[in-house]
């Protein structure tokens, strides 16, 4: 225990949860069709599907959604949030949104211009690279290859492969690149910070070739903190600091504030400068998401936003918040099973591929185990695999994602180690039986974000 920092707060309020039996957990996975997005929470003992408006509040987010101003227009709570997003990023315009993909809907359109521009990512998430494909883009990664390394000790396994950036905006003309996404933490590749220093590579060549640059920054202060920790100079920094400096290297902000923002829901788009930009998005946004002062938060969402993007600059609270990932990665690494390592910002991703080799990628073997660890503990994890990239959008064939990863995806401030160590315990025990198990079929199947409405049977 000595080695990882405690718990910066105490509880307040307890919201009860329960384990149903085992035969009441076969019967309500095969009702949800074998994919656990489809199961009822109240059928989920620990529940680390996701850690997106997951987490608990502080007593001051509570507060402070007392002081709501519900104003249709002009609220008192909206110049509050712009305040605070304005002192973080040192950007000009804010606009609120829903969450994270309502930022994406409103903004996205505006820089794709053209069908068939391009958005280069060193990982898009899936709901940024749906967005990107239904404004008629394409979406091109382009992580640095020790991403995929899962054994290899690398500070920075989040960042853009540099040379294949380059290369990539000379094959497609940069008058094609729509713009180049920094995803931060890269939450696809296990949640893994992204550098300064690369990040300042990625704003050199983008400036060069006249690509705006996007961050796409959900765990932006986890990868801050990350990079207190681990790069070189920074030590010294406040990660408030380093946050400024790391929105110093784009134009855009798009955030969805359900995690790094410690609520239960809410987005933003911070503009640093660009006027024109900002009046499209002010067009965009009002049919899509509300006014430009809301944006489909009422008031006391966006006032508990405010007082909880302050909170997720903390240190004390970043510190054990990555110690608690750590923990569970090392119990994981400590019982043999095979893992993103060093661990991320915000989840354990866990690679099944290697766990059931004998499953094929298109019969999703991390899926596969999510049920199993369902099955064992009432634990509900999620696939980041071959499942969620889904289909060539020109091909319609199923797509092979470099790993088959099963995510544990801890929400922030919610549960104990107590709770780790169980989690761990089950998957263990599931990972141990791998070889012995079978892959899944399709019964249904949705054109876009397929793994959300999934169902499946599974392989006689
Ligand atoms: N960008 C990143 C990096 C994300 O991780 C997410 C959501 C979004 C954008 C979209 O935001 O959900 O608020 O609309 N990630 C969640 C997850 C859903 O489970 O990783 P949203």
Redesign the pocket.
Known sequence: MNNYSLPPFKIKMVEPIKLISREERIERLKKAGFNPFRLKSEDVFIDL?????TGAMSHFQWAALMMGDEAYAGSRSFFRLEETVKDITGYKYVIPA???????QVALPNLIKRPGMYVISNIH????RAHVELAGGRAIDCVCKECFDLELDYPFKGNFDILKLESLIKQKGKENIAAIIM??????AGGQPVSLANMKEVNRIAKTNGIPVVI????YAENAYFIKLREDGYQNKTVKEIAKETFDLADIF??????DGLVN???LIAIKDNEEFFRLCQVRVIPMEGFPTYGGLSGRDMDALAVGLKEALEEDYLQYRLDEIRYLGDKLQAGGVPIQYPTGG??VFVDCGAICPQIPFDQFPAQVVCNELYLEGGIRA?E?GSLLLGRDPDTHENLKADKEFL?L?IPRRTYTLEHLNYVAECLIKVAKKGPQFKGLDFVYESPILRHFTAEFKPKE
Do not use: P
């Not at 798009?254 to 995690?259: G, Q, R």
């Open positions: 599907l996701t850690d997106s408006g829903h969450q994270g993909r309502g930022a994406e998430f899936d709901t940024t995803t931060i933490t890269n939450n696809s796409d920054g959900a765990r798009l955030m969805s504030s359900k995690k829901i809410g987005g915000h989840a999620v980041i995510r995806t």
